[in-house]
């Protein structure tokens, strides 16, 4: 693909290289929200190597990570995309530049143009917080990039928000409810709350990088909440976190849809724990106006 010269300063578009390295760190660290861990190489290489699924699932048609240089060919701006071969939808994965908005129009921009074939563009599709961000868009924090995407045609939705909270170490639960198995992947610990040997209330729980920890999901079967399950669940998963080091902890909370007691009730069970709202998360999509067929 060429790469044209940027009117910005003197910046170009261009492929990312492996001595971007450092640079693209500082641009992501930038951004970086309280209880996410800091850009690394390694966090980075696993990154991109997660633009491309495994084996058996859908095959990019081309995954992409683009840089935009200044003048001295140092980064000021990132962005990565792909689209599949067997679905017609492509997908700006992340996007980074100091919330310059010259800088971020660029680069979606750049990234819109390359994705011209895709009927359909998604942007920050919410996902568990990872190496390199939230998964969703922090609408607050980062409002340059979210206005930057709204001025290239795409529109935005809420579909959850961050939570965050320091953790001390403090005593385990008097009683412990629920059997804890190792988790494969994501790579953490499940706990599993029984009663009468049935499966009534599941946590999967994490201890990543600079003791930070995330908290994927906690879950009441649908004729056991509103009984104080989850709050002896989550109680017995931070005690379990700071036993294994962690002295801060993160989630995301779907709450896009709140039209049922139960997704109302979720905040109150975190914020009773001292979790404290960071920012909401937002997602993006850009739908192409369908061209009619002639006699249509």
Do not use: N
């Not at 990019?60 to 995309?81: Q, T």
């Amino acid at each position: 693909m060429a790469f044209s010269p940027s009117s910005e300063g003197g910046s170009t578009l261009r492929p990312y290289r492996p001595e971007d390295e450092p640079g693209v760190c500082d641009l992501i660290d930038a951004d970086r929200l309280p209880g996410q861990p800091h850009c690394t190489p390694e966090g980075l290489a696993a990154a991109r190597r997660g633009l491309v699924p495994p084996v058996g699932g859908a095959v990019p048609a081309w995954p992409r990570i683009s840089v935009l240089a200044d003048a001295d060919d140092r980064p000021c701006g990132i962005v990565a995309y792909l689209s599949w071969a067997d679905v017609h939808t492509g997908d700006i994965c992340w996007v980074h530049a100091y919330e310059d908005p010259a800088a971020l129009r660029a680069l979606i921009s750049h990234a819109h143009a390359a994705l011209a074939h895709c009927p359909q563009i998604e942007a920050f599709v919410g996902a568990p917080p990872g190496p390199l961000g939230p998964g969703g868009l922090p609408r607050t924090r980062r409002a340059a990039t979210h206005d930057a995407l709204v001025q290239t045609g795409f529109t935005g939705r809420r579909q959850g928000c961050y939570l965050h909270r320091k953790l001390h170490v403090e005593p385990p639960p008097a009683k412990l409810v629920a059997d804890v198995f190792p988790c494969g992947f994501p790579s953490g610990h499940r706990l599993i709350l029984r009663e009468a040997a049935e499966p009534v209330a599941e946590a999967l729980v994490s201890v990543g990088p600079e003791r930070g920890a995330t908290i994927y999901w906690i879950e009441t079967v649908p004729t056991r909440r509103r009984c104080g399950l989850g709050h002896r669940l989550l109680d017995q998963a931070l005690a379990l976190l700071a036993e294994r080091g962690a002295t801060e902890v993160a989630l995301v909370l779907d709450d896009s849809e709140q039209s049922t007691p139960e997704s109302r009730a979720a905040p109150g069970l975190f914020r009773s724990f001292g979790f404290t709202l960071v920012d909401q998360l937002w997602t993006y999509q850009h739908r192409r106006p369908q061209t009619q067929r002639p006699g249509a």
